[in-house]
């Protein structure tokens, strides 16, 4: 049920709230903790999804019975690990990281995390090296974390390369806010905002889609 003011657009969660259900309901493994206290350590930008974020992604992994993942943007390897914690033991997660030093990282959280194995990291631009997954296809899901200036590019990608039935998940849905009621400025431009927009309609008319309303927004589409 809903009441007047949460149609409104009122919110009931609260930190406590949110501490109390991640702990509960998306507990972190050990690599888990290890990543994030990387990012911390190594001054990496905070940009990590949630741990409810986290573990939205490995339910979907495990509902769709993934065992062929790309990810769009790479970071510490903590949302790879969420994705790996759904997969099937034997599949593989490609991930795809523009910065080289956060390449690095990542490699040594997969590595002490043991599951190097099961990840192929593509380190450069993700327009340039998902044409190198496209012999791997199709997948089951691809999760896009990268550019929002690229995200209609990748969502197009993405229908284009996942098997019927799969998952196209996107981080940053609402933009920070700017998906709509906002004007461009020196932070998120015209083109990001277009962008963003091109994914969301490409994603509805394309698939069976929906946008889950955490704090930035995810949007899931499940290709027809």
């Given at each position: 049920m809903a009441d007047t003011d949460s149609r409104s657009g009122a919110t009931y969660s609260s930190?406590?709230?949110?501490?109390?259900?991640d702990h509960l309901h998306a507990p972190h493994t050990p690599a888990m903790l290890e990543a994030l206290e990387t990012i911390e350590v190594h001054d990496l930008p905070p940009i990590q999804i949630s741990?409810?974020?986290?573990k939205i992604l490995a339910v979907?992994?495990?509902?769709?019975?993934?065992g062929k993942v790309v990810e769009?943007?790479?970071l510490s390897g903590y949302s790879a690990?969420?994705?790996?914690?759904?997969?099937k033991e034997n599949g593989t997660l490609w991930t795809v990281e523009y910065n080289a030093r956060h390449a690095d990282i990542a490699r040594n959280v997969f590595r002490k995390?043991?599951?190097?194995d099961r990840v192929t990291l593509l380190e450069g631009s993700a327009l340039d090296r998902l044409t190198d997954l496209e012999a791997?296809?199709?997948?089951?899901l691809v999760f896009i974390d990268g550019d929002k200036e690229r995200y209609d590019v990748y969502v197009r990608w993405a229908l284009n390369h996942v098997r019927p039935g799969g998952l196209v998940i996107a981080d940053n849905a609402y933009l920070f806010g700017y998906l709509q009621g906002r004007e461009p400025d020196e932070k998120w431009n015209l083109e990001a905002i277009e962008a963003m927009r091109r994914a969301h309609e490409?994603?509805?008319?394309?698939?069976?889609s929906v946008c889950l309303p955490t704090p930035d927004g995810l949007v899931l589409g499940m290709k027809r």
């Open positions: 930190p406590a709230i949110l501490d109390y259900l741990p409810t974020e986290g979907l992994a495990r509902l769709v019975n993934a769009i943007g790479t690990l969420w994705l790996l914690e759904g997969m995390a043991g599951c190097s791997h296809a199709p997948f089951d490409t994603l509805a008319r394309e698939s069976e």
